[in-house]
């Protein structure tokens, strides 16, 4: 799992420093993760959007939950993590995705890009931004390293993704902390 930490950690540092464009890994061709200019935005919170929805809401909680959900012992977690970090249609929709895999799969990190203006409503409760995805994930590779078959497969997928701002229970002199929430992926 460290390896899942030092990406959350290197795409944190890139949606945190608004002049990074993109993030290298071993193969430059196909960065992990890319976002927009309209990420770079403080004042009406694009890039705590951003930020939530590839750190906290993909690489925290949908990459442990496809790989670990199943799990007798760490399902539970997988499945508490997702279930904060995804509400009502989007959460249903990957618990019910992930439901007839096998306990062991093989999930390496998805390439997501963040594309166009992320547009937060006045009220600062709802964002809306637009990405291309490329997911896939395996069947744990069988013996003599043949690929496990194929159990989700995106390439290049644009998805509009809704979030909701909703409180958290961390309050203090009145002020509560918030998150984003993914709530919604066409």
């Known amino acids: 799992m460290s390896w899942l930490t030092r990406l959350a950690g290197l795409a944190a540092a890139c949606v945190w420093l608004s002049s990074c464009t993109n993030l290298g890994t071993a193969a430059p061709q196909a960065p992990p993760v890319s ?8 004042q009406r919170h694009q890039y705590e959007v951003c930020y939530a929805y590839v ?13 670990l959900g199943r799990d007798p012992t ?7 993590r997702l279930k904060s ?3 009502g249609p989007a959460a ?10 096998p306990r062991h799969v093989d999930v390496p990190a998805p390439h997501i890009r963040i594309i166009g203006r992320v547009v937060v409503s006045a009220n600062l409760a709802t964002a809306t931004l637009h990405t291309v995805e490329t997911w896939l994930v ?6 003599g390293g043949k690929p496990g078959r194929v159990l989700f497969a995106e390439k290049d997928a644009h998805l509009t993704i809704t ?14 902390l918030h998150k984003w929430v993914v709530v919604r992926i066409r």
């Open 35 to 42: 976002v927009s200019r309209g990420c770079a935005h403080f």
């Open 92 to 101: 249903r929709s990957i618990i019910l995705q992930a439901r007839g895999w």
């Open 85 to 87: 970090r995804f509400y």
């Open 55 to 67: 750190v906290n809401d993909t690489f925290l909680a949908r990459v442990p939950y496809y790989a």
């Open 163 to 176: 979030l909701h701002r909703t409180p958290t229970m961390l309050c203090l002199a009145g002020h509560c």
């Open 74 to 80: 760490l399902g539970p977690s997988a499945l508490t």
């Open 138 to 143: 395996r069947a744990e590779s069988g013996t």
